[in-house]
């Protein structure tokens, strides 16, 4: 759990080269208290937003995906959360490594992994914090690896 307390501390999360790119919707109310994550599209559905945690620690961090148009009729996996959907629910979002380069997974176009995976816990009677944890987890290891 963490709380983002207003929208400059949400921008905050964000890299300088992503920050101007971020837009905020208007009907969130401050203070966020955020269990797990936070993610949300923009209006325009082209840019996907994501807000995680380190675990123990206050430091968020934020990712500004963009969609990218990928066609095709070939069922989309998603890297997070292991779902299967069309190429309207999973497709490629890439973030900005540098100015130069992208970086990209396979995701569910808008990040209710989480969402799915508590879903599927429930039937399997998996603990659903163990899952979310390591969800988040995959968020870190991507956001160490290429991007922060
Ligand atoms: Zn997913």
Redesign the pocket.
């Known amino acids: 759990m963490f709380r983002i307390e207003n929208e400059n501390d949400l921008r905050d999360a964000f890299r300088n080269l992503d920050r101007d790119a971020v837009e905020i919707p208007a009907d969130f109310r401050f203070p966020i208290y955020v269990r797990d994550y936070l993610a949300w599209r923009e209006s325009s559905g082209a840019r996907v937003f994501l807000v995680f945690a380190e675990p123990e620690q206050r430091k968020t961090f934020g990712i500004a995906f963009r969609a990218d148009q990928s066609r095709g009729v070939a069922p989309h996996h ?1 890297e ?2 292991h ?1 299967t959907g069309g190429s309207s629910e999973i497709g490629l979002l890439t973030a900005n490594a540098s100015d130069r380069k992208r970086v990209g997974l396979h ?2 176009l808008d990040l209710t ?1 989480l969402g ?1 995976l508590e879903s599927r816990a429930n039937l399997s009677g998996e603990n659903s914090r163990v899952i979310a944890r390591r969800l988040t987890a995959n968020m870190m290891d991507f956001a160490r690896r290429t991007l922060f």
């Open positions: 998603c997070w959360c779902s995701l569910c992994c799915k």
